[in-house]
């Protein structure tokens, strides 16, 4: 494992999220996920593709600010801090958000296993 092939798959998800391609998304996070959003709430798999599918969550912009990676043997832990834009409903937002994702190579693909999102403020 090198950090390029984790640069490469954090890109394809940032990509992802943004054009809601629930295909790539699928492929990209682990069936038995844990995620933690930034109100608090633990979300599995199906609930975090479920938004992007039913077009309830519509991000137009992901920028990356900061971006640090942690590798070990079989995983690798990110931290990326965003600046992101969209709408949720009919609610629009703006803000920074930094997400901490745990990355592990299951089956000779790497997926997200866990994720933590919070409000930069």
């Known amino acids: 494992m ?5 640069i490469a798959c954090e890109e394809r998800l940032r990509k992802a ?3 809601s391609n629930v295909e790539v998304l699928n492929e990209l996070i682990a069936d038995d996920l844990l995620f933690v ?3 608090g709430q633990i979300i599995s798999k199906e609930a975090d593709i479920e938004v992007h599918r039913s077009g309830n969550l519509k991000i137009t912009k992901i920028d990356i600010l ?11 832990v990110t ?3 965003v600046s992101i834009s969209g709408t949720f409903g009919t609610e629009s937002f703006v803000g920074e958000l ?3 994702r745990v990355w592990e190579y299951r089956m000779g693909n790497w997926k997200v296993v866990s994720a933590h999102c919070s409000t930069v403020t």
């Open 66 to 76: 900061e971006q640090k990676i942690r590798q070990m043997e079989k995983s690798a």
């Open 17 to 19: 999220m943004l054009s």
């Open 2 to 6: 090198n950090q390029a092939q984790i």
């Open 79 to 81: 931290v990326t801090r």
């Open 37 to 39: 959003n930034q109100s």
């Open 98 to 100: 930094c997400y901490t």
